[in-house]
């Protein structure tokens, strides 16, 4: 019964600011990692951002290091993804994600994941 709900997305020009927000029902987030994903048309879903179980470590790979933060609100229980310098490419579909391995690691791939929310759209301007 855990299911995820993401919020946030939008229109925005390139260089702005948006923050993206997964709330978790069901179940607790805190012991499980969580990550965000994204799908472009006509493109594979990625990974753009994972959030270990302890809530400390993260991974992002090189299209959004040092643009993109994942973190999270544990009395909320909900997750975020800040997103800084957005450009064109950043436009997606973008996804919550988390699985049922309990103390796991930081997982890259979509099949390392069965919760899955509904997505909200980004689209970034030129």
């Known amino acids: 019964q855990v299911r995820l709900l993401e919020s946030g997305g939008e229109l925005v020009q390139a260089g702005d600011s948006l923050r993206l927000s997964c709330a978790v029902s069901?179940?607790?987030?805190?012991?499980?990692?969580t990550a965000w994903f994204r799908q472009a048309p006509g493109k594979e879903r990625e990974f753009v951002a994972g959030?270990?179980?302890?809530?400390?470590?993260?991974y992002y790979p090189d299209s959004v290091k040092g643009r993109f933060t994942i973190s999270r609100d544990n009395a909320e229980n909900t997750v975020y993804l800040q997103m800084n310098s957005l450009k064109p490419e950043d436009t997606a579909i973008y996804y919550c994600?988390?699985?049922?391995?309990?103390?796991?690691?930081?997982?890259?791939?979509?099949?390392?994941?069965?919760?899955w929310g509904q997505g909200t759209q980004v689209t970034v301007s030129s």
């Open positions: 069901g179940r607790t987030l805190t012991y499980y990692t």
């Open positions: 994600a988390t699985n049922d391995v309990r103390h796991g690691t930081i997982q890259l791939g979509i099949f390392d994941y069965n919760h």
């Open positions: 959030l270990s179980w302890t809530g400390r470590s993260t």
